[in-house]
């Protein structure tokens, strides 16, 4: 008998995961063998400029020896222009939707002034001047992210924005104009986020890097991490299904290889409150996987996620809890009770016609997620990324209270700062 396509787990064993991850790529998303050569390439572009980041971009295929290095806004709109009609047509969609969704995002957070004992204090939201946005180009060409991240930072004020890519297709430069980026630099790996995060010729140094990658990205993106902003350490994509007794085999298997299929490292995860509903959907597995393009892909990332049995619907909380997973999808009776059960998790998709791949695509809220369990205590790429939210305080026209002044002394003394203290007796007397 062979062996199944989703390896069986019990739920004790997933608990006891390695960062709940499976795999030859389980842990975390740092692969720190590869450090201190990432340090290198880094090293060496921040040091030799756009020469040596244009000998590590063809050296790595990049680009073609004496290709263009970077497509500038008048290439990205050419590329626009002669994108066939529908092509465009649904790039523009889709890049409409995320829009209003990170415009409604960038409302939620408001600015605001109040009245302290001291004065009047308050917060402005103020987005950084330049952001660096990577989409991945090596497995396939992937515009859905160059439109998350390049209209996200846009959308939050973003004034300049740089979209890096390694062999970027004619949809690629095409999806980078919609979303308004000012030009496209052709390299990927740890060569494209040094020139972002140091500057390299005419790629200037941007203020933050975002946007998934490769562990090659992921090392790069750690090491300049204390120059520049970034979103996150990116690894594996990860889907956690959870399915009960009335769900259908064949949606959930559909939903599993449209995980399974992004790369072999992939974790598909099926969490059932059926046992009968493992086996049903392994056979749709195999149904669905015989004539799918990127099967050999899809089978791989099979062997690396998992499908385990649940007793109950508290014990399935648990576990997605337990995973804090990338995307969690929800294919259940009463979905919207499940949901508050569960706290972590990148995005959550309610009900089955919820699909992740509609996620994937531009519904609204952005696809770029936390990985590897970090959903415990990170979100995902939002308007808020590409934001500084920066306080004010304002003197009044008359001295602070003498309660107030005299708190300030008494704390300070108490840490043994005496001209901190000293400091605050001064201001016995207004000062304008």
């Not at 997933?14 to 790529?25: E, N």
């Not at 957070?109 to 009245?115: K, N, R, T, V, Y």
């Not at 936390?370 to 920066?390: D, E, H, I, K, Q």
Request: charged residues 20%.
């Amino acid at each position: 008998m062979n062996a199944p396509l989703l390896p069986r787990l019990t739920p004790a064993e997933v608990a006891l995961l390695p960062s709940h991850g499976t795999g030859s790529h389980a842990g975390t998303a740092l692969d720190r063998s590869i450090v201190p050569e990432a340090a290198r390439i880094v090293a060496e572009v921040e040091s030799g400029g756009e020469a040596a980041l244009r000998s590590h971009a063809e050296r790595l295929g990049d680009i073609e020896p004496g290709a263009p290095l970077i497509f500038d806004r008048s290439a990205l709109e050419a590329a626009l222009a002669a994108l066939d009609a529908d092509d465009r047509g649904v790039l523009e969609r889709t890049a409409s939707r995320i829009r209003a969704f990170a415009a409604k995002q960038r409302g939620s957070l408001a600015e605001f002034e109040i009245g302290i004992e001291a004065g009047l204090a308050g917060q402005e939201a103020v987005p950084v001047e330049r952001a660096g946005c990577y989409a991945p180009g090596g497995r396939y060409p992937l515009p859905s992210s160059v439109l998350m991240t390049a209209i996200t930072a846009r959308t939050a004020g973003v004034e300049e924005v740089w979209v890096a890519s390694p062999r970027p297709a004619a949809v690629t430069l095409a999806a980078a104009a919609i979303a308004g980026a000012r030009a496209l630099l052709a390299a990927g790996g740890a060569h494209a986020v040094a020139a972002l995060a140091c500057g390299a010729g005419a790629v200037p140094r941007c203020d933050i890097v975002v946007g998934p990658g490769n562990r090659w990205v992921t090392a790069a993106k750690y090491l300049v991490s204390d120059r520049v902003g970034i979103d996150s350490l990116a690894g594996p994509s990860e889907l956690v299904l959870v399915a009960d007794a009335g769900s259908d085999p064949e949606l959930i298997a559909a939903d599993l290889l449209a995980q399974a299929e992004h790369a072999p490292d992939a974790r598909p995860i099926l969490i059932a409150l059926e046992p009968s509903l493992v086996e049903a959907v392994e056979g749709a597995l195999h149904r669905r996987l015989a004539d799918l393009p990127a099967r050999e892909t899809a089978r791989a990332a099979l062997g690396n996620g998992f499908a385990v049995v649940a007793g109950d619907r508290e014990q399935a909380a648990g576990l997605c809890d337990c995973l804090a997973p990338e995307h969690l999808e929800l294919h259940l009776a009463d979905p919207d009770g499940f949901a508050g059960r569960v706290r972590h998790y990148g995005a959550l998709f309610i009900g089955p016609g919820a699909a992740e791949v509609f996620g994937d695509y531009g519904a609204g809220p952005n696809h770029v997620l936390p990985t590897g369990g970090t959903a415990r205590w990170s979100g995902g790429l939002s308007v808020f990324t590409f934001l500084r939210v920066r306080t004010w305080y304002r003197s009044g026209p008359v001295p602070p209270p003498a309660g107030f002044r005299r708190d300030v002394e008494r704390l300070a003394r108490l840490e043994g700062l005496e001209a901190h203290a000293r400091s605050a007796g001064l201001r016995d007397t207004a000062v304008t």
